[in-house]
């Protein structure tokens, strides 16, 4: 049976950047909102990624990007109450740091002031590294994003594999080196082909995070919704569903709506009995 949550000594930076050498695999979850954060860190896991994915499993889009920086607060804010154990890392939406870096460093820097996160996420390669260098030597630690980034999914081509051919692989290994060479202590892979991801992990100094992208990376990253099968609009290729809690939900909502119905709840069990002759009084009392 595993400890609770307070009895387990948090995971560092440092201690994340040390798995590169000494193998032990990097497990990352998402979390959005605190009930879920308290079991996911309670299990174990070593971070725990607040997603910009919210904008589609939360809150209803059709992408990421109409995600806004309070609306990433807000619940980042929410999972860090719930976390004694795991490194918090807040996702930073489409356009919070593509504009300018010194917006983008005062942007991070809400996500560590306001949030409490340990660390921020961006997504791209060489085109935002001096952004990643910039908030890095601000004092707040970055995870990069490259392969498919959901954020600009559209200039991609849609939400499909990167780095099939020479060119884009090409593309992703200089993305690869040039987030790395700006600091960043970390690197989600995503649908990337496994052989490009177990080079890009092998070549680069921090750890690699997959999703979609192979057994080879220093780690792997799931949506916690997909995981559980609570976000049946869709499942990607690279999910695998360790349970499927849709139709439980709907089963027991289904059942409660029924002895609703029914009159069959509450009963006795979930009710607070007495109070009949106090009640009678207060009636007689009105009618005086």
Request: glycine share 10%.
């Amino acid at each position: 049976m595993q400890k609770t949550d307070k009895t387990r000594t948090p995971v560092t930076l440092s201690n994340i950047k040390s798995r590169k050498k000494s193998g032990e695999r990097i497990t990352m979850l998402t979390a959005y909102d605190y009930s879920t954060a308290v079991l996911v860190d309670r299990a174990g896991v070593d971070m725990i990624l607040v997603g910009d994915s919210l904008g589609m499993v939360i809150l209803g889009y059709d992408s990421t990007v109409p995600v806004t920086m309070e609306d990433m607060l807000h619940h980042s804010a929410a999972v860090r109450r719930g976390v004694n154990r795991a490194l918090v890392v807040g996702d930073m939406p489409f356009m919070s740091y593509q504009v300018s870096p010194e917006e983008a460093v005062r942007n991070a820097g809400r996500f560590i002031k306001e949030a409490g996160c340990h660390a921020v996420k961006l997504e791209g390669g060489m085109n935002i590294a001096k952004t990643i260098e910039r908030i890095v030597r601000a004092g707040i630690p970055v995870m990069g994003h490259i392969g498919l980034t959901p954020q600009t999914a559209t200039a991609l081509g849609g939400f499909k594999v990167q780095g099939r051919d020479e060119e884009s692989a090409r593309r992703l290994i200089r993305d690869a080196r040039a987030v790395a060479e700006a600091g960043a202590f970390s690197l989600v892979l995503e649908c990337v082909p496994s052989g490009i991801a177990s080079a890009i992990t092998e070549d680069i100094p921090i750890p690699t995070i997959g999703i979609g992208a192979g057994a080879g990376c220093d780690g792997q990253v799931l949506v916690t919704n997909d995981l559980l099968g609570l976000f049946p609009k869709f499942v990607p290729k690279f999910v695998k569903k360790y349970a499927d809690l849709a139709p439980v939900i709907q089963e027991a909502i289904t059942r409660f709506i029924d002895e609703v119905s029914k009159g069959e709840f509450p009963g006795d069990a979930h009710s607070f009995k007495g109070g009949e002759d106090l009640a009678e009084k207060i009636i007689r009392d009105y009618g005086r």
